[in-house]
């Protein structure tokens, strides 16, 4: 169990004694768990403040008179935020050690503590609120640092991945513009679409993908190039050949498709001549 920190301010050496004394006939450590870290003797409020600050209860203990009122009331508004709680404790006038009623001196004192624990008691529902919030927030944090763990691992290997990705589309493109530049320096290097616009007088030339095949299929790969819109081959009256062949095979095709299809009829369809019996 958490011990409590108690300090106890008064307004002089004499006021010392006296709450010395009545402490005596305390046993603050076992039946409140309280130890009193400090007993301070002035009315300094520089002094006070860094005597007290960090207290979890600080008592302010002046003479019961006007005096020590205001002084308690203005050491209670200035400390209020340096200690957990404060509580004002009236010592009876006229306190000198020989006269002064001590165990009156540790009622008060007992009061005191027990007053300020009632206070504590009020604000109790709002500590629970609170730290089930904070039970609830730590948890959110958790659960918000496993996804941002979670969202670093993921960035780092698409990160990777685009590194992959980016050095094979340099390597692609590299390739590609050595592939050009090897094309401009052949002499039978011919836009596609404009040979066969030349040669046909057609804008739009067949997909580049119909023409490979048909140089695959006419065996005539590694002597004619087609590709990024353009053909090649060391023999331009073989490129001429190879599209007039295309042209042809894509005006049979489309005749086929225009022509008339006769519609073949089933044996059950086919009439039977009519037979009479005036033909025998």
């Known amino acids: 169990m958490t011990i409590v920190d108690v300090r106890i301010l008064v307004e002089g050496a004499s006021d010392v004694e006296v709450v010395s004394k009545a402490l005596q006939g305390l046993a603050l450590g076992s039946e409140y768990n309280i130890t009193i870290s400090a007993i301070i003797p002035t009315t300094n409020l520089e002094i006070a403040k860094s005597a007290a600050a960090g207290a979890d209860l600080l008592i302010i203990a002046t003479d019961a008179d006007r005096v020590g009122r205001e002084l308690a009331e203005r050491m209670f508004r200035e400390l209020g935020e340096l200690v957990g709680q404060v509580e004002r404790m009236k ?27 009632l206070k504590s008691l009020q604000v109790l529902p709002e500590y629970v609120a609170l730290r089930n919030q904070l039970f609830d927030l730590k948890g959110k944090y958790e659960m918000l ?33 050595r592939l050009k530049e090897s094309l401009k320096k052949r002499a039978n290097v011919f836009r596609l679409a404009e040979i066969w616009k030349e040669l046909f007088g057609e804008t739009t030339p067949p997909e580049e993908e119909f023409i490979a095949e048909a140089v695959e299929k006419l065996n005539l790969g590694g002597k004619i190039i087609v590709g990024q819109g353009y053909i090649y081959s060391e023999d331009e009256d073989l490129i001429v050949e190879l599209l007039r062949i295309v042209h042809l095979s894509l005006s049979i095709a489309q005749a086929q498709k225009e022509e008339p299809q006769v519609e073949e009829k089933t044996p059950e369809e086919i009439e039977e001549p009519e037979t009479r019996f005036e033909d025998f």
Do not use: F
């Open 145 to 177: 640092s496993q996804e941002n763990e979670e969202l670093k691992r993921n960035y780092q290997e698409l990160e990777q991945k685009y590194g992959e990705l980016l050095e094979e589309y340099s390597q692609i493109l590299e390739e590609n513009n």
């Open 91 to 117: 010592i009876p006038m006229g306190h000198d050690l020989e006269h002064i009623d001590v165990e009156l001196v540790r009622k008060e004192l007992k009061n005191t503590l027990v007053r300020a624990g």
